[in-house]
Nanobody, 128 residues
C-alpha cells in the first residue's frame, strides 16, 4: 500500500523555522524524484522545491531560494524527504504537500501534473 505522510507543520512567528518531513513507503520511492508543493486559501497549488532520485540535484521556486532546503534519506523501505524552512514569512502560509514522480525531466518538476503520488498535506501558518 502506497503511503505518503507529511508531518512537521504548525504555527510559527515570522522569522522562525519549521522542518517538514514526508515519509513515503509502499513503492521503491528511491527511484522517484520528490517534490514539495503548497496551496494557500483561494490560490492555485504552487511548486516549492524538488529533489532528484539520488538527492544530488535540488530545485527551488525563486521566493524560497536561500531560505528553504530540501533533502532526502533513501532508506530501504521508506524514503523520507525533508523541507527545512527558515526565515519564514506570512506569505509562506499554506498547506504543504509532498509528491513523487517517476519523471526524469527536471524542467517539469514544477508542474503538479508531472507527479504520480501525493500526500495529504500539512498546514504551515506564519504569523506576522
Amino acid at each position: 500500500q502506497v503511503q505518503m505522510v507529511e508531518s512537521g507543520g504548525g504555527l510559527v512567528q515570522a522569522g522562525g523555522s519549521l522542518r517538514l518531513s514526508c515519509a513515503a513507503s509502499g513503492l521503491t520511492f528511491s527511484t522517484y524524484a520528490m517534490g514539495w508543493f503548497r496551496q494557500a486559501p483561494g490560490k492555485e497549488r504552487e511548486f516549492v522545491s524538488a529533489i532528484s532520485r539520488t538527492g544530488i540535484s535540488t530545485y527551488y521556486e525563486d521566493s524560497v531560494t536561500g531560505r528553504f532546503t530540501i533533502s532526502r534519506d533513501n532508506a530501504k523501505n521508506t524514503v523520507t524527504v525533508y523541507l527545512q524552512m527558515n526565515s519564514l514569512k506570512p506569505e509562506d502560509t499554506a498547506v504543504y504537500s509532498c509528491a513523487a514522480t517517476r519523471s526524469i525531466y527536471s524542467d517539469r518538476y514544477r508542474f503538479p501534473a508531472e507527479y504520480d503520488y501525493w500526500g495529504q498535506g500539512t498546514q504551515v501558518t506564519v504569523s506576522s
